[in-house]
């Protein structure tokens, strides 16, 4: 089992930076997948970033590229998703997930993920 704690959203103009982190616990962390997704009002989910258990593979989504950087900090047992560059479109509640793996296999699909946080919203203003 995997307890994961988000935190770090809030609402923010259209343009600003926001940095989510997410604590982990229960299980090895370098050995353990970790990923964000988010979530808009009437969307289904959808994969935001990834990282794997070393740090050494990261994957974005398209929407994404180039304006959030995902990262891991394998002694504080912690993921961070800094978000710059903010769109109204980034509003969404944003979960961390985690798997039982280090690896990112089929990464974009949630229901490969075991392991979730309780979310936190962003809100991004035009």
């Known amino acids: 089992q995997v307890q994961l704690v988000e935190s770090g959203g809030g609402l923010v103009q259209a343009g600003g930076s926001l940095r989510l982190s997410c604590a982990a616990a229960?299980?090895?962390?370098?050995?353990?997948?970790l990923g964000w997704f988010r979530q808009a009002p009437g969307k289904e989910r959808e994969f935001v970033a990834a990282?794997?258990?070393?740090?050494?593979?990261?994957y974005y989504a398209d929407s994404v590229k180039g304006r959030f950087t995902i990262s891991r900090d394998n002694a504080k047992n912690t993921v961070y998703l800094q978000m710059n560059s903010l769109k109204p479109e980034d509003t969404a509640v944003y979960y961390c997930?985690?798997?039982?793996?280090?690896?990112?296999?089929?990464?974009?699909?949630?229901?490969?993920?075991?392991?979730w946080g309780q979310g936190t919203q962003v809100t991004v203003s035009s």
């Open positions: 990282i794997g258990g070393s740090g050494g593979s990261i």
């Open positions: 997930a985690a798997r039982a793996t280090p690896l990112l296999g089929r990464r974009m699909d949630p229901e490969l993920w075991a392991y």
């Open positions: 229960g299980r090895p962390f370098s050995s353990t997948a």
